[in-house]
C-alpha cells in the first residue's frame, strides 16, 4: 500500500505486560512521528525521527515509552510495564522532510 | 509550552450552510498552522494549512485565516455536504518543527440533509 501502515490495529494486555507497535512508514519519508490519542482529545505528540536518530522525544511521558527506528524505515514503538493510563491510539505519522505529515490508522491499545 | 483552545466542541449545521471552527494559540513562535479531518476508526487527514506569512488561504470549500496578532486562526467551510462530518482538529508548531504539533480537542461537525 501506499499510505502508513501500523500494526496490529488492536491490541489488548494486562496491566504490567510489554507491548510493542509497529510502523511501516511511506516509502521514502525521512521524518516519522508518534503521537498518541486519547478518547475524544487531539493527538499528542511523543516522538520524532528524522533518518535512525530520534531528533526530539520530548513527548514521551515517562521511561516506561521508547521509540526505534533502526534502519531509518520501519519504527517500533515499546511500552514496558503498561499501566491501564496507557491505553489510547497510537498514531504514526512520515512526512518528508518540512512537508505535509500523513498519519496511519493508528493502533488501538487496551490496558485490562 | 504551547497550548492551543478549540471552540466549538460540537457543531450541527444543515447541508449547504456554512460551517466555522475557531482556535487560539499561545506560542508566539508557532509558524505553521494545519487542519486535520478526522473519520471514526481512521488517522487524521490534511484538509488544508496555513503559514504565518500568510493571512488566508482558500481550496474550493474550505478556506483558513490566520491572526498572528490576536493568535487565532478558523476554518470555514461552505455549503457544507453529509461526506463533511466528521471531527475537525486544528493545531499549531511547536517551535520550528513543522511536524511537531499541539493539537486542539476537536469539533464534532454533524451535517444533517
Known amino acids: 500500500g501506499a499510505g502508513v501502515s501500523q500494526t496490529p490495529s488492536n491490541k489488548v494486555t494486562e496491566k504490567g505486560k510489554y507491548v510493542e507497535l509497529r510502523c511501516d512508514p511511506i516509502s521514502g519519508h525521512t521524518a516519522l512521528y508518534w503521537y498518541r490519542q486519547s478518547l475524544g482529545q487531539g493527538p499528542e505528540f511523543l516522538i520524532y525521527f528524522q533518518g535512525t536518530g530520534a531528533a526530539d522525544d520530548s513527548g514521551l511521558p515517562n521511561d516506561r515509552f521508547f521509540a526505534v527506528r533502526p534502519e531509518g524505515s520501519v519504527s517500533t514503538l515499546k511500552i514496558q510495564r503498561t499501566e491501564r493510563g496507557d491505553s489510547a491510539v497510537y498514531l504514526c505519522?512520515?512526512?518528508?522532510?518540512?512537508?505535509?505529515?500523513?498519519f496511519g490508522e493508528g493502533s488501538r491499545l487496551t490496558v485490562l | 509550552g504551547e497550548n492551543v483552545e478549540q471552540h466549538p466542541s460540537t457543531l450541527s449545521v444543515q447541508e449547504g450552510d456554512s460551517a466555522v471552527i475557531k482556535c487560539t494559540y499561545s506560542d508566539s513562535a508557532s509558524n505553521y498552522f494545519p487542519w486535520y479531518k478526522q473519520e471514526l476508526g481512521k488517522g487524521p487527514q490534511l484538509i488544508i494549512d496555513i503559514r504565518s506569512n500568510v493571512g488566508e488561504k482558500k481550496d474550493q470549500r474550505i478556506a483558513v485565516t490566520l491572526n498572528k496578532t490576536a493568535k487565532h486562526f478558523s476554518l470555514h467551510i461552505t455549503e457544507t455536504q453529509p461526506e463533511d462530518s466528521a471531527v475537525y482538529f486544528c493545531a499549531a508548531s511547536i517551535g520550528d518543527s513543522w511536524g511537531k504539533l499541539q493539537f486542539g480537542a476537536g469539533t464534532q461537525v454533524v451535517v444533517t440533509p
Open positions: 505519522a512520515s512526512s518528508l522532510t518540512g512537508g505535509e505529515l500523513f
